[in-house]
């Protein structure tokens, strides 16, 4: 098990870029595949990229291919979520979470970290 800790949410506005962090703490970042995932309010919690244990890959859904990098530092256990030309409808709470090499699951969550994006 590894512990994350979100950080780096805010209020900004739209088309600002916002850069999210993902520090673990028990362990380290390099076993797993990373992903970040976004819950907005009345929604379910929605799939925003991953990238592997290496970080030679990532995948990125239409929604938000384009405009947000997910990027990992295993040396610093940090992981991060790069944002860009950030919409209204970007506003939710992120959740950067671990999982399993190449099973596409998550065991690990962090507490989330809120963004808000105005128009």
């Known amino acids: 098990q590894v512990q994350l800790v979100e950080s780096g949410g805010g209020l900004v506005q739209a088309g600002d870029s916002l850069r999210l962090s993902c520090a673990a703490s028990g362990g380290t970042i390099s076993s797993y595949d990373m992903g970040w995932f976004r819950q907005a309010p009345g929604k379910e919690r929605a799939f925003v990229g991953t990238i592997s244990r290496s970080g030679s890959n990532t995948y990125y859904p239409d929604s938000v291919k384009g405009r947000f990098t997910i990027s990992r530092d295993n040396a610093k256990n940090t992981a991060y979520l790069q944002m860009n030309s950030l919409k209204p409808e970007d506003t939710a709470v992120y959740y950067c979470?671990?999982?399993?090499?190449?099973?596409?699951?998550?065991?690990?969550w962090g507490q989330g970290t809120q963004v808000t994006v105005s128009s």
């Open positions: 979470a671990a999982g399993p090499v190449g099973r596409g699951l998550y065991d690990n």
